[in-house]
């Protein structure tokens, strides 16, 4: 019988939409039943475990699962505060579900830095970070731990401020706060413990993270398409960004224009193909790559 892996996801939520998602893009299917905790996934020997988010760490640590797809805040939260079920392996960050952890307070409150926290209550869904990063800047402050809502605990007067996790802030500004701190960044990561594995699991991980890779390099990267004057190769390559040796072929009929073909590796902004167009490019064509490899 072939090995499996399994892999610990969080149950609901964008960390689990972001994690199917790149799992159905790097060739997995994925048909799970409404409710159901685990899910055969097609296409690579791989088993899926739904789970809170921070119950994640605690599996993989103890190998339940052979990998997880969490937050770096979650693992290092969790981490914290369970030193035992430490010793898990970054082995990729994701590039999705980013978001900062920050310490906020209402726009009228006298706090508006670090320094101002001695002596406050701090409401958060983090409290073991929250006390490294104090005991790190030599502040002593109250812990106010709660499990959700952590935004409206000022207006209740259950704290002064807040730690919480941002995204793009208009939760923040909804209930009428300001950050001033940022205490740690965080993306989700896939990891795995540091038991040993079979030749047979390794071959299926380095399976799928090759698969991953390919999916990761493929997000920013695009394929630009169009045709420029023979005179003006050397100028218009130069400026695609990150791009490899492209292709140059000539346009059928027309000696004195070539087509250039290349994938650009770097983002491509407006003011690149304003430039390209300046320098007598033509039917500039960008377009998405759904997957990448070599």
């Given at each position: 019988m072939s090995k499996s892996l399994r892999i610990a996801l969080q149950k609901k939520g964008r960390l689990a939409e972001g994690s199917i998602k790149l799992l159905e893009q790097s060739g997995l299917g994925i048909f799970r039943n409404p409710g159901a905790l685990t899910?055969?996934?097609?296409?690579?020997?791989?088993?899926?475990?739904?789970?809170?988010?921070?119950?994640?760490?605690?599996?993989?640590?103890?190998?339940?699962?052979?990998?997880g797809?969490?937050?770096?805040?979650?693992?290092?939260?969790?981490?914290?505060?369970?030193p035992e079920d430490q010793g898990l392996q970054t082995v990729r960050s994701l590039g999705f579900s980013f978001c900062t952890l920050k310490l906020a307070a209402p726009k009228d409150s006298k706090i508006s830095g670090v320094e101002d926290l001695r002596g406050?209550?701090?409401?958060?869904?983090?409290?073991?970070?929250l006390?490294?990063?104090?005991?790190?800047?030599?502040?002593?402050?109250?812990?106010?731990?709660?499990?959700?809502?952590?935004?409206?605990?000022?207006?209740?007067?259950l704290a002064?401020?807040?730690?919480?996790?941002?995204?793009?802030?208009?939760?923040?500004?909804?209930n009428g706060l300001v950050d001033f701190a940022t205490v740690m960044k965080s993306e989700a990561v896939l990891v795995r413990s540091n038991?040993?594995?079979?030749?047979?699991?390794?071959?299926?991980?380095?399976?799928?993270l090759r698969r991953m890779d390919g999916v990761i390099a493929s997000r920013a990267t695009k394929y630009i398409m169009l045709n420029a004057p023979k005179s003006a190769i050397g100028e218009?390559?130069?400026?695609?960004?990150?791009?490899?040796?492209?292709?140059?072929?000539?346009?059928?009929?027309?000696?004195?224009?070539?087509?250039?073909?290349?994938?650009?590796?770097?983002?491509?902004?407006?003011?690149?193909?304003?430039?390209?167009?300046?320098?007598?490019?033509?039917?500039?064509?960008?377009?998405?790559?759904?997957?990448?490899?070599?």
């Open positions: 899910c055969r996934a097609r296409g690579l020997p791989i088993e899926l475990l739904f789970v809170r988010d921070d119950d994640i760490p605690s599996l993989v640590a103890k190998g339940v699962c052979d990998l797809i969490a937050g770096e805040n979650v693992l290092l939260e969790e981490a914290l505060a369970s406050a209550r701090i409401a958060t869904s983090y409290p073991q970070i006390a490294k990063y104090l005991k790190e800047n030599d502040i002593i402050a109250d812990c106010v731990p709660l499990k959700g809502a952590v935004e409206i605990a000022p207006a209740l007067e002064d401020a807040i730690c919480d996790l941002v995204s793009s802030g208009a939760t923040l500004a909804a038991n040993v594995w079979d030749d047979e699991r390794e071959a299926l991980l380095r399976r799928l218009i390559t130069e400026l695609l960004p990150g791009a490899d040796a492209p292709t140059i072929i000539p346009l059928a009929g027309r000696e004195d224009q070539m087509a250039i073909h290349a994938v650009c590796r770097e983002t491509i902004f407006w003011d690149t193909l304003e430039e390209l167009e300046a320098r007598g490019a033509q039917s500039i064509l960008v377009l998405p790559i759904e997957k990448m490899m070599g």
